[in-house]
């Protein structure tokens, strides 16, 4: 979980696509989906003192997201 309130959770999926879910609201689709990448992603983490996250994928890639 992250953001400032820590009210966000990323979930990411072996199609290289990103979602970000914002727990105030009570959806149940993702307030934002990315295709992070080209193959699959393997690790997702916050970076809470920049209230950023970074992606890294099955190809060595590591991205990072604001």
């Known amino acids: ?5 820590n009210t966000l ?3 990411a999926s ?6 970000l879910w914002d727990l105030r ?3 149940h ?3 934002t989906t990315t295709k992070g ?3 699959r992603i393997v690790s997702l983490r916050w970076n ?6 970074l992606s890294a994928a099955d190809d060595g890639v590591v991205s990072t997201w604001d």
């Open 1 to 5: 979980m992250g953001g400032w309130d």
């Open 25 to 27: 609201y009570d959806i």
């Open 48 to 53: 809470a003192s920049h209230d950023t996250f």
């Open 37 to 39: 990448h080209p193959s």
């Open 29 to 31: 689709f993702p307030c």
């Open 14 to 19: 072996a199609d290289g696509y990103l979602k």
């Open 9 to 11: 959770v990323l979930s």
